[in-house]
């Protein structure tokens, strides 16, 4: 059996994250687990009609929560996780 594997793709906007993600979990075999609160602020913006600005302030907590169960859950059945983040600082 493999080992489960952890890459941290943070950065900003635009920067190529998300689609090497996509390139990792195309050539992955392993469950992958993406562990990201931009990927929750996003959907709730397009389910909202909101701008991902927008929807941030009222979208980060519980985001930050859903990114962090996602995370204990691959940990504890040892599943492979990148996690995706956008920062600007």
């Known amino acids: 059996m493999r080992s489960p594997f952890y890459i941290m793709l943070i950065g900003l906007p635009g920067s190529g994250k998300s689609t090497l993600m996509n390139e990792i979990g195309e050539k992955s075999p392993e469950t992958l687990v993406v562990v990201s609160s931009d990927y929750y602020i996003e959907r709730a913006a397009w389910m909202l009609n909101m ?5 941030f302030p009222v979208c980060i907590k519980g985001a930050t929560a859903h990114m962090e169960a996602d995370k204990q859950d691959a940990i504890k059945n040892r599943k492979s996780m990148i996690h995706d983040q956008t920062n600007l600082t």
């Not at 701008?51 to 929807?55: P, S």
Request: proline share 0%.
């Open 51 to 55: 701008t991902y600005t927008e929807a």
